[in-house]
């Protein structure tokens, strides 16, 4: 049985531990709300319990201003559990083809999914790569149409000097497990707009408070969490750990203020922030460097200017079943648990009122059947994926 190696990870500390203790007694979520104010560079700042809460009330808000519109543009290829926030807001899901390039809403295609319904436009950073933003902007017909950002899967990520998250009119980030940085559970939502962050914050204020209890029940995990990440603790905890991974699709999600438990693991984590991003970014180099030009094999081309604290590495194999052969052989080699993520476009996965015959966005169907990810957690070791590099280039030797 080789060491299993998780494909996602953040080690917390006993450092992380205590301070993430003491939220029992000390108001840890001003002190993160803060520090994010300032690394986001935005007015204002609101953490919750996950970025879907964050994405729902960000569009509750959005959906307040413009009482008549109802549409929110998303990529095709994406999380499912996004329509979620979206319809639970009493909003529809309008899909925007994805490119290869980029793997990334495309601006070009933009045009076509936004209609005089359209509340607002919602890019994606899918691993962490930043979307090009200025030709997302460019693309709407409309000037003022609001971008909601989600930068759930990409915090730490920037373009030029501007973090993503706020990039947008609203931007909001998950601190979720498998997360760029994790606090086991939360995400948080940034924004400069007086007016919006208002009535975001009254919606905050009506979510439930975690007593004490149940806070200590998620120090509990925390302390799991932490041995479970670790290689030599997930193997032997993966019996365990298998039952807690997301194997169905939600149909809903629960919402409460973020807990300062929680949120005193932010502030230990987010002190070591750049270290842990740039881990992040130097193993998605390594890998960029390793994997370019390999026959049967697209890489995404990060836009201008962009800074990828990648969430894990993604590939495209033009062969489906080879992709398949390499997930097993890769574990089988290294111990390494790579991913293949969203089996289908969200057009696939539920009925959004497109055709189920002829496929109107072909290019986020190929992704979703062909997509490899590899981890790039500070965990991973730089030996580790050039091995993983090795079999990539030449399997089977
Ligand atoms: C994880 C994720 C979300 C949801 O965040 P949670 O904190 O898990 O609710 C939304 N969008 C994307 C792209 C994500 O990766």
Same mark, same amino acid.
């Given at each position: ?30 002190? %993160? ?121 990409? %915090? &730490? ?10 990039? #947008? /009119?609203? #931007? ?5 497990? &498998? ?31 975690? #007593? ?43 919402? %409460? ?15 070591? &922030? ?18 370019? #030009? ?18 894990? %590495? ?48 072909? /290019? ?34």
């Amino acid at each position: 049985m080789p060491i299993r190696i998780p494909s996602a990870g953040t080690l917390l500390n006993s450092h992380d531990l205590l301070k993430a203790l003491s939220g029992l007694w000390h108001h840890h979520s001003h002190t %993160f709300q803060a520090m994010l104010r300032t690394r986001l560079g935005k007015s204002y700042i609101i953490v919750v319990n996950s970025g879907t809460t964050a994405c729902y009330i960000s569009l509750k808000a959005i959906a307040a201003s413009r009482t008549s519109r109802r549409e929110v543009v998303i990529p095709a290829y994406t999380a499912p559990s996004i329509t979620l926030p979206i319809k639970k807001a009493g909003l529809i899901p309008r899909l925007c083809e994805v490119s290869l390039d980029t793997l990334n809403m495309d601006p070009a295609r933009l045009e076509e999914a936004i209609g005089p319904n359209t509340l607002c436009v919602m890019p994606v950073h899918m691993f962490g790569l930043p979307c090009d933003m200025d030709a997302i902007r460019k693309a709407l017909p409309d000037k003022e149409m609001i971008i909601l950002e989600d930068a759930a899967s990409s %915090f &730490g990520s920037k373009l030029g000097n501007r973090e993503t998250g706020a990039l #947008g /009119d609203i #931007g909001f980030l998950s601190f979720n497990r &498998g997360k760029n940085l994790s606090t086991l559970a939360g995400g948080c939502i940034a924004t400069d707009e007086t007016l919006m962050y208002e009535h975001m914050e009254r919606e905050k204020q009506k979510l439930p408070v975690l #007593g004490a209890i149940d806070q200590l029940k998620l120090w509990l995990k925390l302390v799991g969490l932490s041995a479970a990440v670790r290689p030599i603790g997930y193997t032997l905890l993966y019996e365990l750990v298998k039952r807690f991974k997301y194997t169905e699709l939600h149909t809903d999600f629960i919402s %409460f203020q973020f807990p300062d438990v929680l949120a005193g693991t932010g502030v230990s984590l987010l002190n070591r &922030g750049d270290d842990i991003f740039r881990r992040r970014y130097e193993n998605g180099r390594l890998l960029q460097e390793a994997l370019d #030009g390999v026959d049967g094999i697209r890489l995404a081309r990060p836009v201008d200017e962009a800074y990828t604290a990648y969430n894990q %590495f993604p590939l495209v194999i033009e062969n489906p079943s080879r992709r398949d052969a390499l997930v097993d052989e890769i574990y089988r080699r290294t111990g390494v648990e790579t991913t293949t993520l969203y089996p289908d476009p969200l057009h696939r996965i539920y009925d959004l009122g497109y055709p189920a015959d002829d496929d109107p966005f072909p /290019d986020a169907t190929y992704i979703s059947h062909r997509l490899l990810l590899i981890p790039t957690h500070p965990l991973m070791k730089q030996k580790t994926l050039v091995r993983v590099a090795d079999i990539i280039r030449s399997p089977g030797k």
